[in-house]
C-alpha cells in the first residue's frame, strides 16, 4: 500500500510518465482522460489519480499497450464510468 500511496503522490510530471511506462499510452491521451475525470466530477486529484490508475488497468487487461481508435478513448472510459457506478450501488 505504501508503493500506491508514493505513486498516488509522485508530482504530476512524474505521475505521467508513471503512467506512460507502465500502460504505454501517451500525453495526450493522458491529459484527456485526467480532464474527463475532472470534468465529471473527480476533483480530488489523489482521487482522480486513482480513478486513472482504475481506468489503465480496465483498459489494459490483457494487453501490454493501451490503445485508442478514433473515438475509442471516450467510449472506453464512459464504459468505465457505468461500470464504476454500478459496482458503488452494489457495494
Given at each position: 500500500m505504501d508503493r500506491f500511496m508514493h505513486i498516488l503522490n509522485l508530482p504530476d510530471?512524474?505521475?505521467a510518465q508513471y503512467c506512460q511506462k507502465q500502460f504505454s499510452i501517451?500525453?495526450?491521451?493522458?491529459?484527456?482522460?485526467?480532464s474527463w475525470f475532472f470534468d465529471n466530477g473527480i476533483i480530488n486529484i489523489l482521487d482522480r489519480r486513482m480513478r486513472i490508475l482504475q481506468?489503465?488497468?480496465f483498459t489494459n487487461s490483457?494487453?501490454?499497450?493501451?490503445?485508442?481508435g478514433?473515438?475509442?478513448?471516450?467510449?472506453k472510459l464512459?464504459?468505465?464510468?457505468?461500470d464504476a457506478?454500478?459496482?458503488?450501488q452494489f457495494h
Amino acid at each position: 500500500m505504501d508503493r500506491f500511496m508514493h505513486i498516488l503522490n509522485l508530482p504530476d510530471l512524474q505521475f505521467a510518465q508513471y503512467c506512460q511506462k507502465q500502460f504505454s499510452i501517451n500525453k495526450g491521451n493522458f491529459n484527456t482522460i485526467d480532464s474527463w475525470f475532472f470534468d465529471n466530477g473527480i476533483i480530488n486529484i489523489l482521487d482522480r489519480r486513482m480513478r486513472i490508475l482504475q481506468f489503465m488497468s480496465f483498459t489494459n487487461s490483457n494487453e501490454t499497450d493501451v490503445k485508442f481508435g478514433p473515438g475509442g478513448l471516450s467510449k472506453k472510459l464512459e464504459e468505465f464510468w457505468i461500470d464504476a457506478i454500478s459496482c458503488m450501488q452494489f457495494h
